[in-house]
Nanobody, 124 residues
Framework: QVQLVESGGGVVQPGGSLRLSCAAS????????MGWFRQAPGKEREFVVA????????YYSDSVKGRFTISRDNAKSTVYLQMNSLKPEDTAVYYC?????????????????WGQGTQVTVSS
């Protein structure tokens, strides 16, 4: 079993920044792909970005590319999401996910483990 715990959410003004963290408990699995998804009230779950822990490949959604940056620290089994130039439409619960594979998939159904989520609110 893999347990994921997100942290770093909060309330910021438009144009502000936040850094989310996702810590995986237990054994480190080098072949696991990590991803971030988000879901706003009344909306479908939306892919944000994914990173391959084995190959270092990244895949960003068009809506966040150039503003968000994903990074990793395999020694700490932790993935980070640096969010800059935040917009009100970025408001959502952000979920960390992991899957057994090297592909940076945007399909939520292909991920095996999920965190509880952390709330990000962008408003004036």
């Amino acid at each position: 079993q893999v347990q994921l715990v997100e942290s770093g959410g909060g309330v910021v003004q438009p144009g502000g920044s936040l850094r989310l963290s996702c810590a995986a408990s237990g054994r480190t699995f080098s072949t696991y792909t990590m991803g971030w998804f988000r879901q706003a009230p009344g909306k479908e779950r939306e892919f944000v970005v994914a990173i391959s822990w084995s190959g270092g490949r990244t895949y960003y959604s068009d809506s966040v590319k150039g503003r968000f940056t994903i990074s990793r620290d395999n020694a700490k089994s932790t993935v980070y999401l640096q969010m800059n130039s935040l917009k009100p439409e970025d408001t959502a619960v952000y979920y960390c996910a992991a899957r057994k594979g090297s592909s940076t998939s945007s399909d939520y159904s292909r991920y095996d483990y999920w965190g509880q989520g952390t709330q990000v609110t962008v408003s004036s």
